[in-house]
């Protein structure tokens, strides 16, 4: 029975042209060896298994080739490369600094740096994991590093850079390694799966990228868990999915497609399949984050190349971005990070992501119902000038004809037009000038009739809207006839007051009474109010829009704001209680005070 080499070991790349997905870091080494600008010392860092330490070694045999070709790689058959390749070159020393981190290990480094080569240039140390070393080591190591032998050249590797000391740092040249594309693992994978005479489907290869997150060592590893699982040297996608237990992205099309159609049944039907095939219901909710985030970018042509999918799967995202809203996209991202972030502190998890996916189901009908209250608001603001105007156009009531009530109890809206002349009586009868100015305001007239009709038929139920969104109807109503008076301070006031008499017969709280009292002052149309207190500036933020609906319908000022803040300073504090009231009185008239004690009276707490 043959020995196994895992492909990691098998098809570890021996030149720069065979690493995969860092051509960044190849041409720039290539280029440093054919101009011999070689540093004295090289840190490279990034994830793991991205080809940190085979590039090292690639360099190491490089530089010390004997028939280095015009293409800058190794020839392969010369005696510093054979020597290397069977492990017995000795101008290329490897230390592991995770088990060889003291300072003795460091010290007796720097002694082998003392030796010059006996054969070839450069003597290369290669030392993985380099963030290991302890303090003391790092430090006995600074000068060597600065000023190391021209022979000697260091090539440090790490997965954490920040754990290096900047001393370090500074006297290396560094080169930081990029996560591989799934695109590249894919097709290095194809390329092993046909030298090793496996079939593969592109789409399993493309899955192995995906789940590798980077990494080609562990895509490697998986690759060959998956050609161990199968008996024919078959690999489909099917098998992928079941033995690395991925979630099939078709479900998150499935349940988005229950989602934008509103099926609450459905939506939980499909979850609870997920979870009787033993998937955990928080890796759901991240891969269902990461299929709206996907449907996002394909809204727009310029983002689809942030996909990192298939090609086959590509084309499914595009055709259902074209079916879901914007806007559910974007609530949707909202409510499903909030259940992600909640998930670990619930109590009963699966119940939280069911009412994730109830919320889900039910935006489509709000997002609607918003925007049919949106065109609704919009309607109504083009129509309150228009019946403003027939309001003022208006004759008395005495003088309009009375309809007959119709039988069945309910008004008609031809009751006016079918409704027979009455002759006028005695006290009906008109002067020519007040007939002449009747005529003249007959079409108005018309108008304003037409507007009574309608207001007698039964208004139609509109969705509700949201309370943080509009004003409320009781206080932002204008009165009918009213018309809107100059933004002034003294009207300011006034109106001011009435809104606080509206909200103490509602039964408002006292801090939101206590706030109505204080000082207001108007800069432009910005009302400014200095408030005690944190709590007095909550209070007007809550009642700010049914504040503000209230005042524009009774003042001419469209843009009118107001600026709470919160400097006790500057609050001139009005009488509250009854003590404040009549200590505010007894200053203006000190007899008060004399009137209390000779009758022997006592405020009423």
């Known amino acids: ?72 790689e190794a020839c392969g058959e010369c005696e510093s490369c054979v020597s290397f390749q069977n492990n017995a070159s000795f101008n290329i020393h490897e230390l592991d600094a995770a088990s060889n981190n003291s300072v003795e290990d460091i010290r007796n480094l720097i002694d082998q740096v003392r030796y010059p080569p006996q054969t070839g240039k450069y003597k290369i140390y290669i030392i993985d994991e380099v963030h290991m070393l302890s303090q003391a080591a790092f430090n006995a190591f600074l000068k060597t590093l600065e000023e190391p032998p021209s022979y000697a050249i260091f090539i440090l590797a790490t997965t954490e850079k920040h754990k290096i000391l900047p001393t370090i740092l500074s006297r290396c040249q560094i080169f930081d390694f990029n996560r591989i594309q799934s695109k590249d693992i894919a097709h290095h994978l194809a390329d092993i799966a046909q030298k090793e005479g496996i079939h593969a489907e592109h789409e ?8 590798a997150d980077g990494g080609l060592r562990d895509a490697l590893s998986m690759f060959d868990l998956n050609v161990t699982f199968s008996t024919n040297n078959h690999l489909t996608y099917a098998a992928v999915l079941e033995n690395l237990h991925i979630l099939d992205y078709d479900y998150y099309f499935k349940i988005t497609d229950a989602l934008t159609a509103g099926s609450i049944a459905r939506s939980l039907v499909l979850f609870d399949e997920i979870l009787r095939k033993g998937f955990d219901g928080h ?68 119940l939280h992501v069911e009412i994730c996916l109830m919320k889900l189901a039910n935006l489509p009908q709000v997002l609607q119902l918003h925007s049919l209250a949106a065109v609704d608001e919009t309607a109504k603001k083009k129509v309150e000038p228009q019946q403003s105007l027939n309001h003022t156009a208006t004759p008395p009531l005495a003088t309009a004809p009375q309809p007959a009530a119709p039988a069945n109890g309910q008004s008609n809206g031809n009751a006016y037009a079918n409704a027979p002349a009455q002759p006028a009586t005695a006290s009906q009868q008109a002067s020519p000038q007040q007939s002449a100015a ?87 149309t910005t009302i400014e109010i200095a408030l005690d207190n944190d709590h007095q500036q909550d209070a007007v933020m809550n009642m700010r829009y049914e504040l503000l609906g209230f005042l524009k319908s009774r003042l001419d000022a469209p843009k009118l704001d107001i600026n709470p803040r919160v400097a006790p300073q500057e609050v001139n504090r009005l009488p509250y209680t009854p003590a404040e009231k009549f200590n505010f009185m007894a200053e203006k008239n000190p007899y008060l005070l004399e009137l209390k004690q000779a009758l022997g009276l006592d405020v009423d707490f």
């Open 283 to 350: 890796l759901f909710v991240i891969g269902l984050l990461e299929h709206f985030r996907n449907l996002l970018v394909c809204k727009d042509p310029s983002t689809v190349t942030l996909l990192q999918v298939s090609e086959s799967a590509e084309r499914k995202y595009l055709e259902q971005s074209l079916m879901a809203d914007l806007s559910f996209l974007l609530s949707a991202l909202s409510i499903t990070g909030q259940c992600d972030i909640n998930y670990k502190s619930a109590k009963n998890q699966r």
């Open 438 to 524: 009747l005529q003249q305001a007959a079409p108005s007239r018309l108008k304003s009739t037409v507007s009574l009709t309608q207001s007698l038929t039964p208004p139609v139920q509109q969705p509700a809207k949201q309370s943080n969104a509009e004003p409320s109807a009781d206080y932002a109503t204008v009165p009918n006839g009213a018309k809107r008076e100059e933004l002034t301070l003294a009207n300011l006031q006034r109106f001011w007051y009435e809104f606080s008499q509206k909200r103490l017969q509602a039964g408002n709280s006292t801090t939101e009474q206590i706030t109505l009292n204080r000082e207001i002052q108007l800069n432009g």
């Open 1 to 72: 029975m043959d020995h196994f080499v895992v492909s990691a070991r098998k098809y570890r790349p021996v030149t720069f042209d065979s690493v995969v997905g860092q051509s960044h870091i190849t041409t720039t080494l290539k280029n440093a060896i054919r101009t011999n600008h070689l540093a004295q010392a090289f840190l490279f860092c990034g994830p793991r298994g991205v080809g940190k330490t085979t590039c090292a070694r690639i360099l190491a045999k490089t530089i010390n080739c004997q028939n280095l070709g015009d293409d800058a």
């Open 204 to 211: 399993a290869l493309e899955l192995i990228g995906q789940k």
